[in-house]
């Protein structure tokens, strides 16, 4: 829902009705990961999506009848090599898509988390997609100063299972996480889905990822911009107070004017395991010091700009440093894939497909030159249905 959080928000500050249909599984060659959400609100606007257009108008009129009944309903969509026409993935996956009702001021756990997403307040989301029937849609928001919203009073042991709850919200939340815990009514995990289980899915959205882009040539002016279309929150850092202004990077989040390895030790506190650094200098006195503690951070990718002659020199300052052979390992130098890029553009896109495979696990080859499952980070899919099935929460 955060892609789409602005909109939700604006009907919901407006009073208006709307109901969530949000991908709360994903088995095979899925077009959209969990988390992916379509809403329609009691007019009949629509905002977002769950399958890239398979499945679009059938979870349409499922958010409709929703809005109408008040009622969440959990819907399979699997593949139909029997009927062509019907709804189902022709991709040949499996896709659980949740839809729940909204109405505003109703639900406090669900207003509490459509206005932390809308406000950039980290907050974990867990509803409850399946159990008994008077938790069917029980929504809890999970932030930094506590929880808002409750499950449906039931069991004698709810308040064991909503602690549990809770307590698994925010261990996501901390490491941002997004996907399903099934848990018993005493709030023990369980393994398995089924009766005398409550299964929530839990949605945790956290500030977006940072880029920090050092060295304000033009390649980083081209990777900011694909930085910004990959999602990331991009600053460009430099010395030279020449290069490194608002108006020659317009789309950055951030512009600073520091020494490159004084300024990362000024962001411990901001950096975690999604952040990357683009290192564009190739000039060891800003290079060397920053890759000397950029590689003994726990960050999630270190590329360095420059030739073979320039990376060879660079490791040997780093090893003359300090630095072990497994810390050198991390660093992708020279920075991007070999695309035979030559212009600024092309070079960002080299790089920015160099991060995307190193953090879902890409080969780097044609997809024309294999076989093998495309979304190489997906969970393998389970036995796939002949037919479009839907399987009904109540």
Do not use: N
């Not at 994903?26 to 959400?37: F, K, L, N, Q, Y």
């Not at 040997?316 to 050198?328: F, H, I, K, S, V």
């Amino acid at each position: 829902m955060q892609d789409i959080a602005e909109q939700l928000q604006a009907w919901h500050a407006s009073g208006r009705s709307f109901a969530v249909a949000t991908v709360v599984g994903v088995s095979g060659s899925a077009p959209r990961d969990p988390g992916a959400a379509l809403a329609v609100d009691a007019g009949g606007e629509a905002v977002g999506s769950v399958s890239g257009g398979c499945v679009e108008g059938a979870v349409y009129e499922l958010c409709q009848a929703a809005i109408e009944s008040g009622e969440p309903v959990l819907e399979r969509f699997g593949y139909s090599d029997e009927d062509a026409f019907a709804v189902g993935l022709t991709c040949g996956g499996i896709l659980d898509v949740f839809v729940q009702p909204v109405v505003p001021g109703a639900d406090p756990g669900m207003d509490a988390g459509l206005a932390a997403i809308a406000d950039d307040t980290p907050v974990a989301l867990a509803r409850v997609i399946a159990g008994p029937a008077g938790m069917l849609g029980a929504t809890i928001a999970v932030t930094a100063g506590g929880q808002h919203g409750a499950l449906s009073v039931g069991p004698s042991t709810v308040g064991a299972l909503e602690r549990s709850v809770v307590a698994e919200a925010r261990a996501m939340l901390e490491a941002g996480r997004t996907g399903r815990i099934v848990l018993g009514l005493d709030g023990r995990p369980c393994d398995d889905q089924g009766q005398g289980t409550v299964t929530c899915f839990v949605e945790s959205y956290v500030p977006a990822p940072r880029m920090l882009v050092f060295g304000a040539i033009d390649f980083a002016a081209a990777v900011v911009r694909i930085g910004k279309f990959l999602g990331y929150h991009v600053t460009v850092c430099d010395a030279r107070p020449v290069f490194a202004t608002a108006r020659r990077f317009p789309e950055a989040d951030e512009v600073v004017v520091d020494w490159p390895h004084r300024y990362l030790d000024s962001q411990l506190g901001r950096i975690d395991g999604r952040t990357v650094l683009c290192v564009l200098t190739h000039e060891a006195k800003f290079d060397v010091p920053l890759l000397e503690r950029a590689l003994r951070l726990p960050v999630g990718y270190v590329g360095a700009m420059g030739s073979r002659r320039t990376h060879r020199d660079r490791q040997a300052e780093l090893r003359e440093a300090g630095l072990t052979d497994g810390e050198l390992a991390r660093l992708r130098s020279p920075i991007g894939l070999d695309l035979g890029s030559r212009t600024p553009e092309e070079t960002a896109v080299s790089v920015a497909a160099e991060i995307i495979a190193h953090r879902r696990g890409g080969s780097c080859l044609p997809l024309s030159a294999g076989d093998g499952p495309i979304h190489h980070d997906a969970a393998a899919a389970p036995e796939e249905p002949r037919v479009a099935r839907r399987t009904h929460a109540a």
